[in-house]
Structure formats: structure tokens, C-alpha cells
């Protein structure tokens, strides 16, 4: 099993949408966990941690399901410049290593 | 936020040569860096784990030989990609962390160094 599953996409829905995107973990130990945003050619940015059940931020809410082994980012009114690939990374340990997964594709239309 | 800065952002070279990118953070000491490389439409993978100091750790099925770190000053890593063929072709993307930096897990990105070797 990977160490982090990611639906590939692309998911390509009108501006104005809500889009769920899922992540299954393999590592039961992960204590933190992050959403990155990827644009074509780019690095990566944070977009979002999560610590315990969840957070929201503006119209992104992220959900932890530690017994499922599950994460989502949920993004409402979605727009052009949302148009992105979302990775999905836990934790390893303390030491910053990450283990990124590879990412779901989003294109947000006019 | 703290800033990495990456050097070159592109390069093309020739079958056989080696390449050296550069990863300096400018506003902070980077006890540690990461080293990823991004092949298209795929994940970011770990390379290696370069501290200050030390030589770096490599993750299994990276060639130590071949991807030379080094990380002599707490601002500057560099990795050296020796006798580059072209399946070395990528996206190379540094990172880095230190001791006082918020300990979100937000990492600061250099801004990747996209090579292409014919």
C-alpha cells in the first residue's frame, strides 16, 4: 500500500463549485498533517495543517479521520485561481521530512 | 515568511556532465534541507536529508554517488548531479527547516530548478 493516496483527477468543475478532494494515509503513527498547493512548474505552498479533527480557513475546511486513516480539503465557491494540484501530506515524525502524495488536479472553469 | 532561494531555476547540459543547484535560505540558518525531484505529472520524492555539517541521508534507491550533497554552511546546500544522463531530466526542489521556525510543518521551498539533459 502507498504511504498516501490521492485521486488523481482531474477535477474540473465551474467556478462558483464545491469540490471535496480524499487522502487515505498508510502510516497509523502520522501526528500532523497538510495540505499543499502545487501550481504547474512551481514549488509547493502550505495551504493548510491539520491537527486535530479538522479546521476551516475562508472557504477551505480540511477533515481528519484518524481512525479511518483519512484526510479531505472541501473548497466552496471555487475560483479560476483555485485551478491547482492539491497534494496531501502527513507527518512522518517531528524532523519536517515529508512524504508528499501525488496529488489531485484541479481545473476550475469560467 | 522565511525565503529560499534556489539556483539555477533552469538548466540544459549535455549527456556525461554534472550539474551543481544551489539552495540557500536568506533570512534564516537551515540546520537542515531536503532535496526532492518531481518528474511530470508525479509526486514530489525525497531524495535526501542534507544536515548542516554532516553528510546527508539518502533515501533508499537514490544513488549517493550520482546526487552529491553537501551542506558546508548553515545558509548554502548544494546538490551536484554527476555524469547526468537524460532520464535525470526533472524537477529538483529544495527545502528547508530549522530550530525556532514554527513548527507547522510549513516548509520553505526553494523555487525548483528544472533540468534537462540531452
Known amino acids: 500500500r502507498k504511504e498516501v493516496e490521492q485521486d488523481p483527477g482531474p477535477f474540473n468543475v465551474p467556478e462558483g463549485a464545491t469540490v471535496a478532494f480524499n487522502c487515505t494515509y498508510s502510516?497509523?503513527?502520522?501526528?500532523?498533517f497538510f495540505w499543499y498547493r502545487q501550481d504547474c512548474r512551481k514549488e509547493p505552498k502550505l495551504l493548510m495543517s491539520?491537527?486535530?479533527s479538522g479546521n476551516e480557513d475562508g472557504r477551505f475546511t480540511a477533515q481528519l479521520n484518524r481512525a479511518s486513516q483519512y484526510i479531505s480539503l472541501l473548497i466552496r465557491d471555487s475560483k479560476l485561481s483555485d485551478s491547482a494540484t492539491y497534494l496531501c501530506v502527513p507527518s512522518q515524525d517531528s524532523s519536517y521530512k515529508l512524504i508528499f502524495g501525488s496529488g489531485t488536479r484541479l481545473l476550475v472553469r469560467p | 515568511g522565511a525565503v529560499v532561494s534556489q539556483h539555477p531555476s533552469w538548466v540544459i547540459c549535455k549527456s556525461g556532465t554534472s550539474v551543481k543547484i544551489e539552495c540557500r535560505s536568506l533570512?534564516?540558518?537551515?540546520?537542515?534541507m531536503f532535496w526532492y525531484r518531481q518528474f511530470p505529472k508525479q509526486s514530489l520524492m525525497l531524495m535526501a536529508t542534507?544536515?548542516?555539517?554532516?553528510?546527508?541521508?539518502?533515501e533508499q534507491g537514490v544513488e549517493k554517488d550520482k546526487f552529491l550533497i553537501n551542506h558546508a554552511s548553515l545558509t548554502l546546500s548544494t546538490l551536484t548531479v554527476t555524469s547526468a544522463h537524460p532520464e535525470d531530466s526533472s524537477f529538483y526542489i529544495c527545502?528547508?527547516?530549522?530550530?525556532?521556525?514554527?513548527?507547522?510543518?510549513?516548509?520553505?521551498f526553494g523555487e525548483g530548478s528544472r533540468l534537462t539533459v540531452l
Open positions: 491539520v491537527y486535530s
Open positions: 502510516n497509523s503513527a502520522s501526528q500532523s
Open positions: 527545502s528547508a527547516s530549522a530550530p525556532g521556525l514554527p513548527v507547522t510543518g510549513e516548509l520553505f
Open positions: 533570512d534564516f540558518q537551515a540546520t537542515t
Open positions: 542534507s544536515n548542516e555539517g554532516s553528510k546527508a541521508t539518502y
